[in-house]
């Protein structure tokens, strides 16, 4: 059995002398700190969560989930807990459907907090985003293309492999186009060549690891396609199984919140660089649908240890959040092969901000207490530096926010 082979120089795999594996530095933060003091008790913002397509009046016509539905509500009330607790002066929960644009005039909202993956139709998590800029109402979270690039898993890799950052050799099959046949498909050939297996075959859009098999052999890769394309209706991503260790890491800008004091760093804020942990025989990591992430899932990577691999996913982070042009948090989930050459598998564009509890914790929030800080500094961070980057040089905070920050 031939097996494929990753070329070292091509997926920029050395990260000694990387330009965004430096340790924290420190740029000015301005007045931004009073800024965001006088805008907090006088703000009104809408938390939206996940609308159902079967409430009633949600939407005109139910359609096909192409990603797999969930409200995200509980998270929500997580995230509106830690605004109300910071001083804010209204939160209001808000699904995201077709009676969003009401509600938000409705509380006279100011500003708004995505936490939703959206209702239904191709791309639902960049929906909501769309309409508030339509609406012209700012936010917390990705704007529309870039959601939909980075929750695309096809597209996304693609603008890896054209910025050379490391990802698995890849293809996409939609069934409209027949059958998926390895043995008579050129693209197939192209990507893996004589490479029999184990590949990996998920939806090109999905969560919490839905959907998502092991094929050992080629010759089970035309049933496994076809059961992924029949649950969601969408594009089936193929790629090789990597057999070494998994990793996320968790990013977003450069303002951020210790003890509820503001500091700016000088590049964007990487947390939470963790190690899943697999049990025997579980080759990937469990839906949290069906088990939740404990802290005996997670493995904090030890600075001695650990220090080649900390650094990488570092820079890794680093480099997406700045070739991606992203403004706030995402987490990108990492595979290494064999000889623990990692590659970046995707990037979640809505990373679970679930607040810790019990030996129940979120992938993000895994390591705050290292960073120094806690869940509600984590939400004013992505707070503050949504408002600072409102207030930056573009000039992009419209007239009425303007006013309440000053």
């Given amino acids: ?26 740029a000015d933060i301005g007045d931004l700190p009073a800024r ?26 139910p359609t096909v989930n192409r990603r797999p539905w969930k409200s995200y509500k509980a998270v929500a009330e997580d995230i509106a807990g830690a605004l109300e607790r910071l001083g804010v002066g209204e939160v209001h929960l808000v699904a995201d459907d077709m009676h969003l644009g009401e509600n938000l005039q409705r509380h006279n909202i100011h500003m708004a907090w995505l936490n939703t993956g959206g209702v239904q139709g191709f791309n639902s998590v960049s929906h909501a985003s769309a309409m508030l800029e339509m609406m012209g109402v700012p936010y917390v979270g990705h704007n529309p293309l870039t959601a939909a690039t980075l929750d695309s898993k096809d597209a996304f890799k693609r603008y890896l492999v054209a910025l050379g950052i490391p990802t698995t050799p890849f293809m996409t099959w939609n069934l409209e186009r027949g059958p998926f046949v390895p043995e008579m498909n050129a693209r197939f050939f192209g990507t893996f060549g004589h490479f029999r297996g184990p590949f990996v075959v998920k939806p090109v859009s999905g969560r919490a690891s839905l959907h998502v098999h092991v094929v050992d052999d080629v010759s089970g890769l035309t ?111 990492i595979r290494a092969d064999a000889a623990g050459r990692m590659c970046i598998l995707e990037t979640n564009p809505k990373p679970d901000l679930k607040r810790p509890g019990d030996n129940i914790t979120s992938l993000v929030c895994t390591e705050l207490k290292q960073h120094g800080m806690d869940y509600d500094d984590l939400i004013l961070s992505l707070l503050a530096d949504r408002l600072d980057l409102l207030l930056g040089p573009q000039n992009r905070m419209p007239q009425h926010l303007l006013e309440l920050v000053g």
């Fill in 1 to 26: 059995m031939d097996a494929l082979r990753l070329d070292d120089s091509a997926l920029h795999l050395e990260y000694a002398d990387h330009p965004f594996a430096a340790d924290e530095q420190f």
């Fill in 223 to 333: 049933d496994k396609v076809t059961e992924v394309f029949e649950a969601t209706e969408n594009d089936v991503l193929i790629e090789p199984y990597l057999e070494g260790r998994e990793f996320c890491v968790s990013v977003c800008g450069s303002v951020v919140a210790r003890n509820r004091e503001l500091v700016r760093l000088a590049d964007p804020f990487v947390l939470s660089a963790v190690e899943r942990v697999l049990e025997p025989n579980e080759r990937i990591f469990t839906s949290m649908d069906k088990k939740p992430i404990t802290n005996d899932r997670v493995r904090t990577l030890d600075p001695e240890i650990d220090s080649a691999e900390i650094a990488r996913l570092r820079g890794l982070a680093r480099e997406v959040f700045v070739e991606f042009g992203l403004n706030t948090l995402v987490r990108i989930d």
């Fill in 36 to 61: 965001v003091e006088r805008a907090l008790p006088r703000l009104r913002m809408a938390l939206v969560y996940g609308g159902d397509k079967s409430a009633d009046g949600a939407v005109l016509h």
